[in-house]
């Protein structure tokens, strides 16, 4: 090999690998700092559209799980609702039974059912009162639950109904509304009789509605239950893409820390070779 001044090929090859050197080190300072493998595009372009894919899907996913828990406690919130119109059921019947029986006078009769009006009064004022966020509870117009990883085919809408709750629908069926309790008194025997059979299917058809607001419950807490399940793996799966290996990350910085020497001094031999030439020309 002949010797020359001109280029110090020695010196340029020693200076690049000392760059990529000082990046390889820089970038696994980054890494050991930040817990990221991928801390920019340039470090791993598809794992980093990876990453960011399942954060998408987790953060849908964590905001599906507190949707369906939203949507179990309004429903739970109209079971509370109607255990207590139950239990003015259960009163109204007594007040009924009692009306029925012939031993009754006029006045008695106009307090049992001075008392059974109120009842249906606040049965009336739960159904009209009772919200959830303001919003009222007891509609015929379904609430619909939005349980979703973010896309399309991973979407699930729960279409929930608690049905209306007045004094001319009380409960509900498999056919549609409850009981038809403003037609109904206990203001003479016969009118107590015919409203005793009225109240207790009031009572069933509240039981009814009770099953299916349980159910859809239920479903909503499984739902709920899923999606976090859903989450949980799925940042499982972000952190393998994205955290560092912190094994593998120190076992780098000791290598890069060794090149980086060993290339600096290979650099300052490289550039003292060339000082040679002087010696031939004295």
Known sequence: MSLGVLNNMAAIYAENNVNQTQASLQNTLTQLSSGQRINSGADDAAGLSLANGLTANSTA?????????????????????????????????????????????????????????????EIGNIGSTTNYNGNSIFTSTAVNI????????????????????????????????????????????????????????????????????????????????????EQENLTSAENNVMATDYGQATSNLSKYQVLSQTGISALAQANSVQQEVLKLLQ
């Open 146 to 229: 939005v349980v979703t990883d973010g896309t399309s085919s991973g979407t699930s809408t729960f279409a929930d109904k608690v049905g209306v709750l007045t004094t001319a629908s009380v409960g509900t069926t498999s056919g549609g509304g409850g009981e038809n309790l403003s037609a109904t008194s206990l203001t003479s025997n016969a009118s107590a009789s015919t409203a005793l059979t009225d109240i207790t299917s009031a009572i069933s058809d509240v039981a009814y509605q009770r099953g299916t607001v349980g159910a859809n419950v239920n479903q909503l807490t499984a739902a709920a239950n899923v999606a976090s399940t």
């Open 61 to 121: 996913l964590t905001q599906s799980a507190q949707n369906a828990s939203d949507g179990a406690g309004l429903l739970q919130t109209a079971d509370g609702a109607l255990s207590q119109v139950t239990n003015l059921l259960n009163r109204a019947v007594t007040l009924a039974t009692e009306a029925s029986n012939g031993t009754l006078n006029t006045s008695q009769l106009g307090a049992a059912d001075a008392e059974y009006q109120n009842i249906l009064t």
